[in-house]
């Protein structure tokens, strides 16, 4: 057997990659989602095949033999979509990188030319392989060309592989003859006609047994069955234009030389740039450490002795600007980076003479002089090394999110790249998952390193850009002074009243069990409720309910199904009201008993770089996300109790997005509802429905605040139409008469979009930046999504903003006044204070003047407030 070589169909594989994967996008706003399924297939096949030489071919675009051939019939090609037309070149690029050889030449297509070097290599002697989606090529297989065609199958793909004997046992033709049943069949994605009332089967019966489209012409008459004999008859002509369509030139006149096609290693660093630019990161890992770590210049070494430490501090010290990294884990600090000078860091491990504590209080000292400090993340740095704000400490972390928060995350090598242009590294390929006390010695100084000195390097150019962007003051007098305030948020905790805690859960699956009898009793048998196949098959097949939609995998049993019926069949309600109940038990019942710690509290994490709007994240445990619809659901909040001596004080603004609605839109009559302290929907409701304030029903009134609502989040009709289980014919009704009657808000709305898809971004009244790429999306259902992005991030974006510095401000004021109580909690739009009985009234004041005060909006900031023995209670 000769050596061997890999084909590959360009646009092709390229383009079935783009529809058999979910649109993404890098956090450039790329799209990318061909391009990784290319190289997905691409490693497939090389791993499988083990080649010596490797070519991709790609088409023109420019006119070919072909197109005086198209001309001959009505059949145009399929414009390809935008998203796709963007990663032709990217694709192209990223093989260049790769060292892999691309072809493609004017006048004729991919196909082409795969057939010609596939010929051409047989016949020197080569075992050849075929990358293709397009089945045209199956006529190019012979005993030393082998073609592979992924499909997919049960949503997972496949490759289906094909030489002679394969075309002939699946097709019952030879390779040769799959023109002419081509021709016969057609193929609208090759713009093959083909002729009418002819599938594949009567195709391949058809030139199976008579070899040709010509011979079965000359035999028209006995062909069967008499609708094939009828179409061949009447439309002969079509089904040769078809084969010559169909037919694949094997003779091009393109120059080709193998070894120009050899495959050397192409885990290049130019490709590796690539894939870090494009977030591949799942692909990194085939990319040899050594050979990147190698690409970098920077030299980081590791310093062992107190006098080496004592002149690096001494240096450090001096510096204008320098880079920190606390290594830690498990809540143990194992070492500090620094790094001060260009292309160089230090490394300082815990051990002998230089313990944490001596660390610490080094840190601490060159904070207190006149030197920018930059971290990655400020947050995870005072939970080892705590000092109090102070404005010369950056963030760098922070920084990226502003300038682009609509990525994933915000680690050092993203940043390096980003802002430094460095390649360098990620954690996960230098740590793994063992962890940094199991890393080893040189992957650990890399990791620290590059720790500190990402930082250092990236600072001035963020600073640089915040500036650019009008974010700065964003950056300095709210985001980073949110930092400390998270810190002592996080420190504080909330306690938690274990027992309760049980008992709860215990209540839960009392009611869990009795739910279960009662639905097993109306489906007259039990099943496993919790399998979405199986209580499909029970409402929709056996108690026959309507509105089943059948899926791959069965009916679909999703929420926004089931609600639907809710209100007509009991079952349904049950098993809705189970799945909540269930959701309580294992998430919250269950799942918070894990997280309270030895001092009898739960300190959860609060995120600043995770929502693209600018709100507050909590995590390990999410408390933001603690049920409110369901008074079973409420109670859990019983279980959250204040230290002995303390109360809780909740304060939560009250309809903070519809008065920030009102201040963006300058709508009169909004702006005076407020103002006058008015129910805003009832208000709402009598301008809308033209019925006296005093005579609006309860119906109303709920359908005006759905209304109210719905419009912040850029509510269509069809949404409203589901929300309040209307016609959309009248909730459109309900949305026009609400704009008739609030002009100046759909004015602010539409410009809002208007500027969206000028610029690229919206913003918040402290210019926090939101990106909006949908926006210029070929797809529908995108551009109405990134619509519905641009209305609403203003807004979201706006009042995240204000209760950060009302936050900022009652933490600082607390402190100030030195009072034992102290924020533990928040949750969107709302405070909750752990309050020592002495101070209740003080906390109390802080918290109305500063939430207040936050914003100087055309409409007051209102505050609903109130004190309990629980969060239940104060809620």
């Given amino acids: 057997m000769g050596q061997k070589i890999v084909l590959v169909d360009g646009h092709s594989i390229l383009n079935r990659a783009f529809y058999a994967l979910p649109p993404l996008t890098n956090s450039e706003g790329k799209h990318t989602n061909a391009v990784y399924g290319f190289?997905?297939?691409?490693?497939?096949?090389?791993?499988?095949?083990?080649?010596?030489?490797?070519?991709?071919?790609?088409?023109?675009?420019?006119?070919?033999?072909?197109?005086?051939?198209?001309?001959?019939?009505?059949?145009?090609?399929?414009?390809?979509?935008?998203?796709?037309?963007?990663?032709?070149?990217?694709?192209k690029e990223v093989l260049k990188a790769m060292g892999i050889l691309t072809v493609e030449k004017e006048g004729y297509e991919a196909d082409d030319l795969l057939g010609t070097l596939a010929k051409r290599s047989e016949g020197q002697g080569y075992t050849v392989t075929v990358l293709s989606g397009d089945r045209d090529l199956l006529q190019l297989a012979s005993d030393e060309i082998k073609i592979r065609i992924p499909k997919t199958k049960a949503g997972k793909t496949i490759v289906e592989e094909y030489n002679t004997a394969q075309v002939l046992e699946t097709y019952q033709v030879t390779p040769k003859q799959i023109i002419d049943m081509k021709a016969l069949m057609g193929d609208a994605s090759d713009n093959i006609p083909g002729i009418p009332g002819v599938g594949e089967k009567t195709a391949s019966k058809i030139i199976a047994e008579y070899g040709s489209i010509e011979n079965a012409y000359a035999h028209v008459d006995d062909i069967?069955?008499?609708?094939?004999?009828?179409?061949?008859?009447?439309?002969?002509?079509?089904?040769?234009?078809?084969?010559?369509?169909?037919?694949?030139?094997?003779?091009?006149?393109?120059?080709?030389?193998?070894?120009?096609?050899?495959?050397?290693?192409?885990?290049?660093?130019?490709?590796?740039g690539y894939f870090r630019e494009?977030?591949?990161?799942?692909?990194?890992?085939?990319?040899?450490?050594?050979?990147?770590?190698?690409?970098?210049?920077?030299?980081?070494?590791?310093?062992?002795?107190?006098?080496?430490a004592e002149n690096l501090f001494a240096a450090a010290a001096k510096a204008a600007r320098i880079g920190l990294y606390p290594a830690a884990e498990a809540g143990e600090l194992l070492g500090v980076a620094i790094a001060y000078q260009q292309e160089q860091a230090a490394y300082i491990p815990v051990g002998g003479f230089l313990t944490a504590g001596y660390l610490c209080e080094k840190i601490r000292h060159i904070l207190t002089r006149d030197i920018e400090v930059a971290v990655l993340d400020v947050k995870a740095f005072l939970k080892y090394i705590e000092v109090p704000y102070q404005t010369n400490i950056m963030d760098i972390g922070i920084g990226a999110y502003l300038l682009n928060p609509l990525k994933s995350g915000y680690m050092y090598d993203d940043i390096a790249k980003e802002f430094s242009g460095m390649i360098v590294p990620s954690a996960a390929e230098l740590i793994g998952k063992g962890g940094l006390q199991k890393a080893e010695r040189e992957k650990l100084l890399l990791y620290a390193g590059y720790g500190a000195y990402v930082p250092f390097a990236a600072a001035p150019v963020i600073r640089e850009q915040l500036s650019e962007k009008g974010m700065d003051n964003l950056y300095q007098e709210i985001e980073m002074p949110l930092v400390f305030a998270l810190h002592d948020m996080e420190k504080a905790g909330i306690r938690v009243e274990a027992e309760a805690l049980k008992v709860y859960g215990s209540q839960l699956e009392v009611r869990i069990h009795e739910l279960e009898?009662?639905?097993?009793?109306?489906?007259?048998?039990?099943?496993?409720?919790?399998?979405?196949?199986?209580?499909?098959?029970?409402?929709?097949?056996?108690?026959?309910?309507?509105?089943?939609?059948?899926?791959?995998?069965?009916?679909?049993?999703?929420?926004?199904?089931?609600?639907?019926?809710?209100?007509?069949?009991?079952?349904?309600?049950?098993i809705l009201e189970y799945r909540q109940l269930a959701k309580l038990k294992s998430t919250y019942a269950d799942g918070l008993a894990n997280y309270i710690q030895e001092d009898g509290r739960i300190h959860s994490n609060f995120n600043q770089t995770i929502t693209a709007t600018g709100r507050i994240s909590s995590t390990e445990p999410n408390l933001q996300n603690i049920p409110v619809r369901m008074e079973l659901g409420r109670l859990i909040r019983k279980v959250f109790i204040p230290e002995d001596g303390y109360v809780f004080i909740d304060a939560d603004y009250s309809q903070i997005e519809l008065?920030?609605?009102?201040?963006?839109?300058?709508?009169?009559?909004?702006?005076?509802?407020?103002?006058?302290?008015?129910?805003?929907?009832?208000?709402?409701?009598?301008?809308?429905?033209?019925?006296?304030?005093?005579?609006?029903?309860?119906?109303?009134?709920?359908?005006?605040?759905?209304?109210?609502?719905?419009?912040?989040?850029?509510?269509?009709?069809?949404?409203?139409?589901?929300?309040?289980?209307?016609s959309r014919k009248e909730a459109a009704e309900y949305i026009e008469k609400y704009f008739k009657t609030y002009p100046k808000i759909k004015e602010f709305l539409d410009k809002t979009v208007e500027d969206a898809k000028r610029d690229g971004y919206v913003t918040t009244l402290f210019g926090r930046r939101r990106p909006v790429p949908e926006l210029a999306s070929s797809n529908f259902m995108q551009r109405s999504f990134g619509e519905r992005v641009a209305m609403n991030s203003p807004i979201q974006g706006t009042a995240a903003d204000i209760i950060k510095i009302a936050m900022i401000q009652v933490n600082q004021r607390l402190k100030e006044q030195e009072l034992r109580s102290r924020i533990v909690l928040q949750v969107h739009d709302e405070l909750l204070i752990e309050a020592h009985q002495d101070e209740v009234r003080q906390v109390s004041d802080i918290l109305r003047n500063e939430m207040q005060k936050a914003a100087d909006l055309s409409v007051p900031l209102e505050v609903d407030m109130h004190t309990g023995e629980n969060w239940y209670e104060a809620k």
């Fill in 39 to 91: 190289l997905t297939m691409l490693f497939k096949t090389l791993e499988d095949e083990q080649p010596e030489y490797l070519t991709v071919a790609f088409d023109l675009h420019a006119p070919t033999f072909r197109h005086e051939i198209y001309a001959e019939y009505k059949g145009t090609r399929k414009p390809m979509p935008q998203e796709l037309r963007e990663q032709v070149p990217l694709i």
């Fill in 224 to 272: 069967k069955p008499n609708k094939a004999k009828e179409s061949l008859r009447d439309n002969y002509e079509q089904a040769v234009l078809s084969k010559r369509l169909a037919e694949i030139c094997v003779d091009s006149p393109i120059d080709y030389d193998w070894d120009n096609a050899r495959l050397t290693n192409i885990y290049t660093p130019e490709a590796y």
């Fill in 278 to 308: 494009l977030e591949f990161k799942n692909l990194l890992s085939r990319f040899s450490l050594t050979d990147e770590a190698g690409s970098t210049s920077q030299e980081f070494c590791c310093v062992e002795d107190l006098s080496e």
């Fill in 517 to 574: 009898a009662v639905i097993y009793k109306q489906a007259d048998e039990e099943f496993n409720i919790n399998s979405p196949k199986q209580l499909g098959v029970i409402l929709f097949e056996k108690m026959g309910l309507p509105g089943g939609k059948k899926t791959k995998t069965g009916y679909s049993t999703a929420a926004d199904v089931l609600e639907k019926l809710a209100s007509k069949y009991a079952i349904v309600s049950d």
């Fill in 659 to 726: 008065r920030v609605l009102a201040h963006f839109s300058q709508d009169e009559r909004l702006i005076q509802a407020y103002q006058e302290a008015k129910d805003i929907h009832r208000i709402t409701a009598s301008q809308v429905f033209h019925t006296p304030f005093d005579e609006v029903t309860s119906l109303q009134r709920r359908n005006a605040k759905a209304v109210n609502f719905g419009i912040v989040y850029g509510i269509s009709s069809f949404g409203l139409s589901q929300d309040l289980s209307i």
